[in-house]
């Protein structure tokens, strides 16, 4: 525990100096998230409504700024030689991916609009069972699973690490995962926000909403507008609650 977070960083820790093929993710992530974002925009210029997957996508998009400070807090390190911000904060990772705002957009797309799927399969099959109940049968081992596939193969490949692990991990030549800490609290963190992204009124609409009067607002831009911000805050500030624990456990065993 006794090394600087910025000597790691810049550094790499030699595993992650020099990943395997770095590009397709860094090169995928942004390709695949403008032909999401276009296709997108077109349903929204179609219906003049943004489907809840668009919403999504957008808050989730905008989640990104909070991925450095829970890496910091997970002891976690990306390969230098992703085109990085030109940016140094304390208590965030050293080594910054430009490539964060794109993968956070499709990477939460995918799973949310997955679980929505199941969870939805799930209520229809068991009508009696309740939603907190489906959400969490779901949410919790899905987020996990999700994890261990996309950044334990990112992990094995370079293209990130984490230099300190606490309990089992995949470990590799260019990369560790580990098991537990931090893919438990992640998936802790994501069966929280399913809950809430799956909360709805009585009249069938979207309780997050409410907090930007959205579900009273009459139909057009102002209303689109409002529910993007609606989905935006609420997104941000639970993502951002599972940051701050990472920021607060590190704090903790440092």
Not at 8 to 15: C, E, L, R, T
Not at 43 to 51: A, D, F, I, P, V
Not at 176 to 193: K, N
Request: glycine letters at 8%; one cysteine or more; a positive charge.
């Amino acid at each position: 525990m006794n090394t600087t977070w910025l000597h790691i960083g810049h550094d790499a820790g030699g595993a992650v100096a020099n990943p395997l093929v770095p590009w397709v993710f860094e090169i995928g992530s942004v390709v695949l998230w403008l032909a999401i974002a276009v296709y997108f925009f077109r349903g929204n210029q179609r219906s003049g409504s943004l489907s809840k997957y668009a919403l999504i996508f957008i808050g989730a998009t905008s989640m990104f700024w909070l991925e450095f400070p829970a890496d910091w807090g997970a002891f976690l390190v990306y390969s230098p030689r992703f085109a990085l911000f030109p940016i140094e904060l304390p208590f965030t990772t050293p080594n910054k991916p430009m490539f964060m705002p794109a993968a956070y957009g499709w990477y939460f797309l995918a799973i949310y609009s997955l679980i929505w799927f199941l969870v939805d399969k799930l209520r229809a099959a068991k009508p009696d069972w309740s939603r907190v109940l489906v959400v969490l049968l779901i949410a919790a081992p899905f987020f996990y699973v999700w994890n261990l596939m996309v950044e334990g193969f990112s992990a094995l490949v370079g293209w990130w690490t984490y230099y300190e692990v606490f309990g089992p991990a995949l470990h590799s030549a260019r990369g560790t995962y580990p098991l537990v800490f931090p893919v438990v609290p992640f998936a802790v963190y994501g069966v929280a926000e399913a809950l809430v992204l799956t909360w709805k009124d009585k009249n069938g609409l979207h309780m997050l909403e409410h907090i930007t009067g959205a579900h009273k607002a009459t139909a057009g831009t102002g209303k689109e507008l409002r529910r993007v911000a609606a989905w935006v805050i609420t997104m941000n500030c639970i993502f951002a609650l599972f940051s701050l624990s990472m920021v607060m456990f590190r704090l903790a065993v440092e």
